[in-house]
Nanobody, 123 residues
Framework: QVKLVESGGGLVQAGGSLRLSCVTS????????MGWFRQAPWNEREFVAA????????YYADSVKGRFTISRDNAENTVYLQMDSLKPEDTALYYC????????????????WGQGTQVAVSP
């Protein structure tokens, strides 16, 4: 069973930064593509960023491109989401998820999910 645990969320002012982490246990982390998604109240869960198993390919939603950076450390079984220039509309519960090898941008393409970490951005 693969387990994912997110951390690093919090309350920050607009323009500030946060770094989310997601530690994975079980399975072989270096074979997993990893994704970050978010869900605001009354909204559907949406794609934020994804990274391939090697870290060689990354993908971003247009709304975060140029502000967020996804990275991974396979030795630490951890994927990161560096979030800069945060905006109030980035407020959401952020989830990490995993699937085999190739990144995807569809929620339904991921096999395992964490419980989420809350990000709140004040004006």
């Amino acid at each position: 069973q693969v387990k994912l645990v997110e951390s690093g969320g919090g309350l920050v002012q607009a323009g500030g930064s946060l770094r989310l982490s997601c530690v994975t246990s079980g399975g072989t982390f270096s074979q997993y593509a990893m994704g970050w998604f978010r869900q605001a109240p009354w909204n559907e869960r949406e794609f934020v960023a994804a990274i391939s198993w090697s870290g060689g390919m990354t993908y971003y939603a247009d709304s975060v491109k140029g502000r967020f950076t996804i990275s991974r450390d396979n030795a630490e079984n951890t994927v990161y989401l560096q979030m800069d220039s945060l905006k109030p509309e980035d407020t959401a519960l952020y989830y990490c998820a995993t699937r085999s090898f190739i990144p995807a941008m569809n929620v339904n393409d991921y096999d395992y999910w964490g419980q989420g970490t809350q990000v709140a951005v004040s004006p």
